[in-house]
């Protein structure tokens, strides 16, 4: 069964950072394209991190500078390393294949930023 845990949310101030997890099990990440999905109250779901087999990677331009995706194949984990938190990124995160083609989402991850 495909499983995707994402953690590492919480409460930040702006300028802060937050590192978030995305733990996979019942499947091997290396063999797609992933990415971290974020929605905010009101909002569809979006894309803001994806990184390629290759190891490529790619980010809107919201979070261009700010973020950072990497994974790591041994652990079957990808990450989203978050700086200069902005109140607009307070949103639930989520990882998933990047098109979404896992119909398993996790639960998500919560992160809020504000003073």
């Known amino acids: 069964q495909v499983q995707l845990v994402e953690s590492g949310g919480g409460l930040v101030q702006p300028g802060g950072s937050l590192s978030l997890s995305c733990a996979a099990s019942?499947?091997?990440?290396?063999?797609?394209?992933m990415g971290w999905y974020r929605q905010a109250p009101g909002k569809q779901r979006e894309l803001v991190a994806a990184i390629a087999k290759d190891g490529s990677t790619s980010y809107v331009p919201s979070v261009k500078g700010r973020f950072t995706i990497s994974r790591d194949n041994a652990k079957n984990t990808l990450y989203l390393q978050m700086n200069s938190l902005k109140p607009e990124d307070t949103a639930v995160y989520y990882c998933?294949?990047?098109?979404?083609?896992?119909?398993?989402w996790g639960q998500g991850t919560q992160v809020t930023v504000s003073s």
């Open positions: 019942g499947i091997t990440l290396t063999i797609y394209a």
């Open positions: 998933n294949s990047a098109p979404p083609i896992i119909q398993n």
